[in-house]
């Protein structure tokens, strides 16, 4: 008697045996086939992708006390293997380099692996192949510390001929700095950028950037200081002797002798002091005061031009004899 069914079943366990028969059949052969078509599609795959190489800051992560306190490289090359399209649409800020050191506690030498941090665009990008250069950074960490540290102007240059640079201010004189504390101890003065002087004939306002003379060093606030000069024409000396020394406002029903000549030192601009001429009245002494005959020592007095400084005058005073005219 046939069992309902089996007829059908049996043919159809035949045929999954005939394909299985056909399947394993030089499946050594059939084998090696797929890897290589594998390996060609890797390859194919491989040999399509392109390669960008962009560079990136390096950022350190520390403890709060501590900061790098030698030099380290301060941007990472990084290799972008992938399709061309898509690793043209990443920014350098879509790559963050790293190396942390949080776990450090003590002031040492430590070396630490570059880490990178996919942001931004390169989230999406697939497949993507990174390699940096650096692969490691060794870098020495001290305690952090801030301080004032004064301000002093960088001159350079000469100003115009005939003036004279008298003085300077600078606002803020002094900056807080914060860095390692082995390095910031010999520190004392911080400077600005150049402050050029040529030609200048007058007061002027700049405000130039402060320069640190190590990365290491932070400047709080905006690094800048407003720098003011003070210009004056600049002032010569010339010593003038032999004036004579006259007398002046005398009532008519006198007459006074003097026998003495006077000298001066004067100061002030080359073209004021070259161009002076002693007038025959430029020393002289007031005899105003002066209502009956006798001997009087008055003060010398000088009729300054504008322009020029009297620095010494000889003599400061001078004693003189007052007679009365002859026909009086």
């Not at 084998?31 to 060609?40: F, R, Y």
């Not at 807080?176 to 007058?202: K, Y």
């Not at 005398?250 to 004021?272: K, M, P, Q, T, Y």
Request: aromatic share 6%.
């Amino acid at each position: 008697m046939k069992i309902p069914g089996w007829t059908e079943k049996r043919m159809s366990l035949l045929n999954i045996n005939k394909l299985i028969d056909r399947i394993t059949e030089n499946w050594i052969v059939k084998a090696v086939s797929i890897g290589l078509a594998v390996l060609l599609f890797v390859f194919h795959r491989m040999t399509s992708l392109e390669t960008r190489i962009i560079t990136v800051p390096l950022a350190v992560q520390t403890s709060g006390g501590l900061i790098p306190a030698s030099p380290y490289a301060r941007t990472i090359r990084v290799s972008l293997r992938g399709d061309a399209a898509a690793i043209l649409s990443i920014q350098e800020d879509d790559i963050e380099a790293y190396i942390d050191l949080e776990k450090y506690g003590t002031k040492g030498l430590y070396r630490a692996p570059v880490q990178i941090r996919k942001q931004g665009s390169a989230l999406s990008v697939e497949p993507l192949e990174i390699i940096v250069d650096p692969v490691e950074i060794s870098l020495q960490l001290d305690q952090k510390i801030s301080k004032y540290i004064p301000l002093q102007a960088n001159l350079r240059g000469n100003v115009e001929e005939g003036f004279e640079f008298m003085s300077h201010t600078l606002t803020p004189a002094e900056v807080i700095a914060e860095g390692p504390m082995g390095f910031m101890a010999g520190i004392s003065l911080l400077s600005t950028d150049i402050i050029d002087l040529n030609g200048r004939r007058e007061d002027f306002t700049v405000t130039v950037s402060i320069l640190t003379q190590d990365p290491l060093i932070v400047i709080r606030g905006d690094r800048m200081t407003e720098f003011r000069g003070f210009i004056r024409p600049s002032v010569s000396v010339r010593n003038i002797d032999g004036i004579p020394i006259v007398g002046k406002n005398l009532n008519r029903r006198f007459v006074i002798a003097v026998d003495r000549s006077g000298s001066v030192r004067l100061e002030g601009s080359r073209n004021d002091l070259d161009g002076f001429v002693a007038q025959p009245d430029f020393l002289s002494i007031d005899c105003s005061g002066i209502g009956a005959p006798g001997e009087y020592t008055l003060p010398v007095s000088a009729d300054l031009p504008e322009g020029l400084v009297l620095v010494r005058q000889e003599p400061p005073e001078l004693t003189v004899v007052v007679t009365v005219k002859e026909d009086q």
